[in-house]
């Protein structure tokens, strides 16, 4: 039976980690089950947690007046889901909800970061695996917004 | 109603003539999605199979409005059915969304480069699609599901703009049934309620099931994307020589005279379409050319 320790020194956020650092990092996660149409996390709401997606599907929502929630970004098996927990203020800037039975490792962000200042080695591998993420999501997020497909190819 | 002139039915040196339009009747139109169509044609007169390669295009000529190279969507294997799927968007094209069954068009082609369905057998095969460069693809797609034996691993990764966006979709979930094809679309944004993928393109590519090894990759889409979406074939380890990219350009001759296409050193009309990525890759960064 696969226990939090190999799960998460399989996945491919955490590849490379050392193993005493992997070990900090399980001590601070715990497995979690999200049934379709549930939200996981609301924009606003206070940041702690980061999610490692194992089955299922997320959608990741903004509100906008008069025209509801439009899905920015759909997440799953193999994705992260969530940063907020890493940046001041630590408050969630989208809605995030699970459009299929979702499973995934929760880290709970707090945690995290109590580790991370102490050990700055293992906030540094933090900060690079985070900081590939978000630059893949913002340049995902410039190419939506060229609406490329609104002219011939 | 598009008028078009006397068939020519004695003028053999004209027949040879590339410049020359053949007429071909409008048998069906088909509304894909709320700007794009398709079109179904048959030659006038003689009966007379149409024969091409998937890749190929054909210059259209609506009667008094103009010409455009068009990329031909159907299937290579029906010679008896001309297919191009196009967007109304320019003057031509807006003038051809306007016809209907009966109507006739001047075709001349198929001309141009096709995609590399020979150095595609016997390895996995990746098509990469946005927007309507689906269309394109379609008739690569159509060969290599009739004939699925030659090849490894088929994947198909489709980006577009919205739900309402997506082209040949009925097709597109026929195809996601069979247990032969592995077919992916994303699109770019979704109300609430879709339970699809919302997302670009480039983002399938890291997880989609192929041997980056021994995979070759047909691109065709908007070059900004095609750019991109090389990156992340390279990333993934796609050989370069192995990835296969579409242009277009405008295109006015269709035969490499006139020069309009001229991309650089090549005319995209007649050494393209289709190009080996390395070829052009330098030339997709500069937007002077």
Same mark, same amino acid.
């Given at each position: 039976?696969?226990?939090?320790?190999?799960?998460?020194?399989?996945?491919?956020?955490?590849?490379?980690?050392?193993?005493?650092?992997?070990?900090?990092?399980?001590?601070?996660?715990?497995?979690?089950?999200?049934?379709?149409?549930?939200?996981?996390?609301?924009?606003?709401?206070?940041?702690?947690?980061?999610?490692?997606?194992?089955?299922?599907?997320?959608?990741?929502?903004?509100?906008?007046?008069?025209?509801?929630?439009?899905?920015?970004?759909?997440?799953?098996?193999?994705?992260?889901?969530?940063?907020? %927990?890493?940046?001041?203020?630590?408050? %969630?800037?989208?809605?995030?909800?699970?459009?299929?039975?979702?499973?995934?490792?929760?880290?709970?962000?707090?945690?995290?970061?109590?580790?991370?200042?102490?050990?700055?080695?293992?906030?540094?591998?933090?900060?690079?695996?985070?900081?590939?993420?978000?630059?893949?999501?913002?340049?995902?997020?410039?190419?939506?917004?060229?609406?490329?497909?609104?002219?011939?190819? | 109603?598009?008028?078009?002139?006397?068939?020519?039915?004695?003028?053999?040196?004209?027949?040879?003539?590339?410049?020359?339009?053949?007429?071909?009747?409008?048998?069906?139109?088909?509304?894909?999605?709320?700007?794009?169509?398709?079109?179904?044609?048959?030659?006038?007169?003689?009966?007379?199979?149409?024969?091409?390669?998937?890749?190929?295009?054909?210059?259209?000529?609506?009667?008094?409005?103009?010409?455009?190279?068009?990329?031909?969507?159907?299937?290579?294997?029906?010679?008896?059915?001309?297919?191009?799927?196009?967007?109304?968007?320019?003057?031509?094209?807006?003038?051809?969304?306007?016809?209907?069954?009966?109507?006739?068009?001047?075709?001349?082609?198929?001309?141009?480069?096709?995609?590399?369905?020979?150095?595609?057998?016997?390895?996995?095969?990746?098509?990469?699609?946005?927007?309507?460069?689906?269309?394109?693809?379609?008739?690569?797609?159509?060969?290599?599901?009739?004939?699925?034996?030659?090849?490894?691993?088929?994947?198909?990764?489709?980006?577009?703009?919205?739900?309402?966006?997506?082209?040949?979709?009925?097709?597109?979930?026929?195809?996601?049934?069979?247990?032969?094809?592995?077919?992916?679309?994303?699109?770019?944004?979704?109300?609430?309620?879709?339970?699809?993928?919302?997302?670009?393109?480039?983002?399938?590519?890291?997880?989609?099931?192929?041997?980056?090894?021994?995979?070759?990759?047909?691109?065709?889409?908007?070059?900004?994307?095609?750019?991109?979406?090389?990156?992340?074939?390279?990333?993934?380890?796609?050989?370069?020589?192995?990835?296969?990219?579409?242009?277009?350009?405008?295109?006015?001759?269709?035969?490499?005279?006139?020069?309009?296409?001229?991309?650089?050193?090549?005319?995209?009309?007649?050494?393209?379409?289709?190009?080996?990525?390395?070829?052009?890759?330098?030339?997709?960064?500069?937007?002077?050319?």
């Amino acid at each position: 039976m696969e226990n939090l320790e190999s799960i998460l020194a399989e996945h491919p956020f955490f590849q490379g980690l050392k193993e005493d650092h992997l070990n900090l990092i399980v001590g601070c996660a715990s497995n979690v089950r999200f049934d379709a149409g549930k939200y996981i996390l609301r924009e606003g709401e206070e940041a702690n947690t980061f999610y490692l997606l194992r089955f299922g599907k997320v959608a990741l929502e903004l509100v906008t007046p008069n025209k509801g929630a439009i899905i920015i970004e759909t997440l799953d098996q193999g994705d992260i889901l969530g940063w907020s %927990w890493l940046i001041p203020p630590y408050m %969630w800037r989208f809605d995030a909800k699970a459009i299929e039975l979702t499973r995934a490792i929760a880290i709970d962000g707090k945690c995290l970061r109590r580790k991370v200042e102490a050990d700055h080695d293992l906030g540094y591998e933090i900060m690079k695996r985070f900081s590939e993420l978000l630059s893949k999501r913002f340049e995902a997020t410039r190419f939506q917004l060229l609406d490329m497909y609104g002219n011939r190819p | 109603m598009a008028t078009v002139p006397e068939v020519r039915s004695e003028a053999t040196a004209e027949a040879v003539n590339p410049m020359n339009p053949d007429p071909f009747v409008i048998r069906r139109v088909k509304r894909e999605t709320e700007d794009t169509f398709t079109v179904e044609l048959e030659p006038q007169g003689a009966q007379k199979d149409f024969r091409f390669a998937p890749g190929q295009f054909n210059m259209i000529y609506v009667y008094g409005v103009g010409e455009i190279p068009i990329s031909i969507s159907g299937d290579p294997a029906d010679t008896k059915r001309l297919v191009h799927t196009t967007r109304a968007v320019g003057t031509v094209t807006k003038a051809m969304d306007k016809l209907r069954r009966g109507d006739v068009l001047g075709i001349r082609g198929p001309y141009g480069i096709p995609w590399p369905i020979d150095k595609a057998m016997g390895q996995d095969v990746v098509f990469v699609a946005g927007g309507i460069g689906l269309a394109p693809l379609r008739p690569a797609l159509y060969h290599v599901v009739t004939h699925r034996e030659r090849f490894g691993k088929v994947v198909l990764l489709y980006g577009t703009r919205s739900p309402a966006d997506i082209l040949f979709r009925e097709e597109l979930e026929n195809w996601r049934a069979r247990f032969d094809l592995d077919v992916y679309v994303t699109v770019d944004r979704a109300m609430s309620g879709w339970k699809g993928n919302v997302g670009v393109v480039t983002n399938m590519i890291p997880k989609a099931p192929f041997d980056p090894r021994n995979a070759v990759a047909m691109v065709c889409g908007p070059e900004v994307m095609m750019r991109f979406t090389a990156s992340e074939l390279l990333k993934r380890g796609v050989d370069q020589n192995s990835i296969y990219v579409s242009m277009e350009r405008n295109m006015k001759c269709g035969i490499g005279l006139c020069g309009h296409c001229q991309f650089g050193p090549v005319f995209i009309c007649k050494d393209g379409p289709v190009f080996p990525y390395p070829q052009i890759k330098d030339m997709l960064l500069k937007w002077e050319i």
